[in-house]
């Protein structure tokens, strides 16, 4: 809830409470990351930015910084919330550089170690860890992107030579979009049907090595290069064919599926589906890199166009002579802020998913514990659905950060284009976003994800209203601060103030509440139409139930944010952050204005109060806007953007016009005027 904000906050303080749990993983990158191989270099052809790249991943790896996520006994340090924290680190400096790392240390070496055994670790870790053994993660196929289980790829066991016989059966078959595959790879984890005494057992991994130590492709290896891409030039994707490959026994990575000689399955999870899905869950790190990454792309934009925005005029007011700082307007205000605001409660919501995907692997993986399912699956969900927010929202803010900026956001040297290019594939890597939001949905109907990828039984579920309440007041780690917050709402919905904490979180769940229980009852009633088949059942509220997981990631998200805030040590940066929190929480209930006023939530009268509400938020944060990114504490060799060098009298410029700024009241302030920016 607002209170009248301090003139000033100290960035650092608020940099303190950003940095979180990991704050040593991210002060160690700002003070050593700083080799040019790893910053993007402006014009490079793709040759020129793979070879770069490379080099910047054989630094990385010479300099100990990627072995966080790995065992200790290899030379790791069993952290994998430091492992994901130095991702997002190294995605301000180059998303290239980020995506190989996270290629041959997250994927490639994180299915070797949690999906091998210890014969794997011994023989491979320590050389995937030091770049002596470039890897390969080869999962998707060219007709089989998000539906993993039904890859057309087989693994045969033949008893006669205790070999697998690896053979893509068709051209759609084929392994396709693979980093490091093009140029560098050596061994790839190939993900197959395996097949043995003539029985399925449905997809597993195997370590295939596919070029020889000349870098020439191996005997039934065929690797195709991807060639140029929208973005990300220093990743060398390709294609992966396997001609009947001959692929050893002790190469499966047999963790939770193991072949004896004579070519008998065993495995300690005897249904599929649920082998399947526990093999994959393992692998949540990598889905949640990707987003923590498209959160730093973003914070790196806003951080941009921020500071430009600060310094470039554009028209004069009536009978003044100097021309306005674009950042005075409120048209631009309403772009830049609300991405912010936004930005901040991603950030937050991020720190809380990491910190919880560390303690479920720490769990399991160093201290040997059973896989909590219930844990597991919410951890899961918790990251498809950020995931989704990050991204999406990474895409929108970085092409509007590159409006603001004009002509100017329009020239690689301001790093913005590269931002949007190597940003964009990440809405449909790691998971299409709209794959993932059904993910979300069906966790949240069914309450558990077993029979995940058939639609079977969906329409036929007893669903109960209790369920619903159970699942959705499922809270985050701050369930308790939650409950007092909304139990603590007075009166009538109509008569709380806007600013009230409580209300705002009554809000939000209100609308996850009812739009799961509106797709529950659809569901519900397609089940007993006569005829409709189930996959009719499902697509015809499919666009409900998306919109289902969408409330339910904006309500998580806000309460992760409401638990930042209440974690600020100081009253100067609690202030500032309650009021970044109002302005997310009320520009994300304005966005959605015409929903809450058809299901009664919102009078007309108060939606236009909304809105003049937003804009005194606007107003009262508006001297503070540098302040915000500043605390993101990205070093100025990372930002790379000639536009933040061309004025040497920037600071000043900024400083005056924030003290200017804090001298005035928020009546008949430049924010007041309606003359259009121009660029």
Known sequence: MTTSLPPTVDPDRIRDVLDGRWAHIRRDARENLGDADFLPVYGESMAEARERVTRAAAKLAASGRVGFGFPEEYGGEADSGASVTSIEMLAFADLSLMVKAGVQWGLFGGALELLGTRRHHERYLRDVMSFDLPGCFAMTETGHGSDVQQLRTTCTYDPATQCFDLHTPHQAARKDYIGNAAKDGRMAVVFAQLVT?????????????????????????????????????????????????????????????QVAEDGSYTSGIENETRRFFTMLGTLVRGRVSVGGSASSATKLALDIAVNYGQVRRQFAAPGEDREIV????????????????????????????????????????????????????????????????????????????????????????????????????????????????????????????????????????????????????????????????????????????????????????????????GAMRRLRKNSTTEGMAPFDMFNDVQDHVLAAARAHIERIVLEAFVAGVDRAPDPDTKALLD?????????????????????????????????????????????????????????????????????????????????????????????????????
Not at 197 to 219: C, F, K, M, S
Not at 601 to 624: C, D, F, I, M, Y
Request: with cysteine; hydrophobic share 40%; charged share 25%.
């Open 197 to 257: 005494q003539g029985q399925n057992h449905g997809v597993h991994a195997w370590l295939v090595p596919i070029r020889d130590e000349q870098g020439n492709p191996l005997p039934g290896v065929t690797i195709e290069d991807d060639g140029p891409k929208a973005g990300l030039l220093g990743v060398d994707n390709g294609r992966l064919t396997f001609d009947h490959v001959s692929v050893p026994r002790d190469m499966l990575l047999d963790r939770y599926g």
């Open 326 to 517: 674009i950042n005075d307007y409120l048209v631009h205000q309403r772009k830049l802020l609300p991405a912010l605001a936004r930005t901040y409660a991603l950030h937050f919501a991020q720190g809380e998913l990491v910190e919880t995907m560390h303690d479920v692997q720490t769990a399991v993986h160093v201290h040997g514990q059973e896989i909590d399912e219930a844990a597991q699956r919410e951890l899961e969900s918790r990251a498809a659905g950020l995931k989704v927010a990050q991204t999406a929202h990474a895409t929108a803010t970085i092409q509007m950060c590159r409006e603001a900026c004009g002509g100017a956001g329009y020239l690689q040297e301001n790093r913005l284009p590269h931002l949007k290019a190597d940003t964009d594939v990440f809405t449909t890597f790691e998971g299409d976003n709209t794959v993932l939001l059904q993910l979300v949905a069906k966790g949240l109907l069914t309450g558990y994800r077993d029979t995940f990828g058939s639609l079977e039984g969906w329409g036929k579920v007893g669903f109960i209203a209790d369920m619903v309440r159970e699942t959705v007041l499922e809270r985050t780690a701050a369930r308790g601060l939650i409950a007092r917050l909304v139990d603590a709402v007075p009166g009538r919905d109509d008569e709380v103030p806007l600013l009230d904490r409580g209300w705002q979180l009554k809000m939000f769940e209100f609308r996850e509440k009812h739009t799961l229980e």
């Open 579 to 679: 009021t970044v929190c109002d302005l997310y929480a009320l520009s994300t209930l304005e966005a959605d204005r015409a929903w809450f006023m058809e299901h009664g939530q919102l009078t007309p009268a108060r939606g236009k109060t909304l809105t003049g509400t937003v804009n005194s938020l606007l107003r009262e944060l508006r001297p503070h806007i540098c302040t915000l990114v500043e605390a993101f504490a990205i070093p100025d060799a990372w930002k790379a953007a000639a536009i933040l060098r061309e004025e040497p009298d920037r600071q000043e410029t900024m400083a005056a016009r924030d003290a200017e700024l804090r001298e005035q009241t928020p009546e008949g302030t430049a924010t007041d005027l309606d003359v259009p920016p121009g660029q």
